[in-house]
């Protein structure tokens, strides 16, 4: 039987999404991760066995449909390689479809925990057109944050289930650009997508973008 060989380096990019690219599944996000890294001629760690998988993982997956400057990419490496990070991003980016950006890379522990355990949280900015009321959105806004429970319907797998997702709503405000700010929980404590909170206020067929612009994390 033969045996995974060790993971050599662990890289962490930290990329953004736009374009077309925003209705790309996560799992269609990975495959063109691995064509852009095969194409760059890095060295992919791959599993073992009659269907091998690069060892990519994303730290948090993303609906369609939105933008993202902050999603970050795992990859397992079979070598070590010496990391210029701006010669790195550069010869990647060569390689890269339309809509793809890179802000980061570096080298983590081989023996860090995954970063979808890690991930807590998310910050979205949505926009509305610019004729939509601020005091009408300020009002939802306040309405959302005085109520004690806000009770979601969700189906999975044919079977129907309520949720509370007031305690996922860490904070929601208006800010200078009367953009909507939301922070919600994501990962294991509980995923909050920003339409389901749209659809919530009312506003599921009134927002015009929406950009995931950090993920925090907890410390490692």
């Avoid at 374009?19 to 990975?30: E, M, R």
């Avoid at 070590?80 to 950006?101: C, F, H, K, Y």
């Avoid at 983590?108 to 979205?124: F, G, H, K």
Wanted: glycine fraction near 4%; proline fraction near 5%; aromatic fraction near 4%.
């Amino acid at each position: 039987m033969s045996h995974e060989s060790p993971m050599q380096q662990r890289l962490r990019i930290t990329f953004g999404k736009a374009g077309p690219l925003k209705y790309t599944s996560s799992l269609d996000v990975a495959k063109i991760w691995e064509r852009v890294l095969r194409r760059a001629d890095i060295p992919i760690l791959y599993t073992q066995g009659f269907n091998t998988r690069p060892r990519l993982q994303l730290a948090m997956p993303m609906p369609l449909g939105i933008t993202s400057e902050c999603e970050i990419l795992d990859v397992a490496m079979r070598e070590a390689i010496s990391l210029d990070e701006a010669s790195l991003i550069e010869t990647l980016l060569r390689v890269s479809p339309s809509g793809l950006s890179i802000h980061a890379i570096e080298s983590v522990d081989t023996r860090a925990p995954a970063m979808q355990s890690l991930v807590e949280s998310a910050e979205y900015r949505i926009r509305f057109e610019d004729t939509y009321p601020r005091d009408l959105l300020q009002a939802k806004v306040d309405a959302i944050l005085n109520a004690d429970t806000i009770v979601i319907e969700k189906i999975r797998k044919r079977k129907r289930s309520v949720m509370d997702i007031r305690p996922l709503i860490i904070s929601l405000a208006i800010d200078d650009n009367a953009d909507l700010i939301a922070h919600l929980s994501v990962g294991e404590r509980g995923n909050l997508r920003p339409d389901q909170l749209l659809e919530k206020m009312e506003l599921g067929q009134e927002y015009v973008t929406i950009h995931r612009y950090k993920l925090h994390v907890l410390d490692e």
